[in-house]
């Protein structure tokens, strides 16, 4: 079983910065590979980043380029999300998920494709 706990959410002005974190439990987290999701209030869940387990490719929705990094340390258990130049549309509860039946270069695209999900944390972006 793995379970994931984020942390890091809050309420920052525009512009500003947070950092996700997810904590993973589990014997082989560095092969796992990581996604993160947002949902709006009346939207669908979206993927905004995520990352093959070997971390050498990576996704970044269109909206988010630029501004939000996924990285992980296999030390600490531990994938993040640096979100930066942040904007009121990036609202939402962010999720982190875990594939941990992937290949070392296989990015998850859709939410099927993840075993395990985290509890969600609140980012709100203020004008």
């Known amino acids: 079983q793995v379970q994931l706990v984020e942390s890091g959410g809050g309420l920052v002005q525009a512009g500003g910065s947070l950092r996700l974190s997810c904590a993973a439990s589990g014997r082989t987290f560095s092969e796992y590979a990581w996604g993160w999701f947002r949902q709006a209030p009346g939207g669908e869940r979206e993927r905004v980043a995520a990352?093959?387990?070997?971390?050498?490719?990576?996704y970044y929705a269109d909206s988010v380029k630029g501004r939000f990094t996924i990285s992980g340390d296999n030390a600490k258990n531990t994938v993040y999300l640096q979100m930066n130049n942040l904007k009121p549309e990036d609202t939402a509860v962010y999720y982190c998920?875990?594939?941990?039946?992937?290949?070392?270069?296989?990015?998850?695209?859709?939410?099927?494709?993840?075993?395990?999900w985290g509890q969600g944390t609140q980012v709100t972006v203020s004008a």
């Open positions: 990352m093959a387990w070997s971390g050498t490719r990576t």
């Open positions: 998920a875990a594939d941990i039946h992937s290949s070392a270069y296989f990015v998850p695209a859709a939410m099927a494709d993840y075993d395990y």
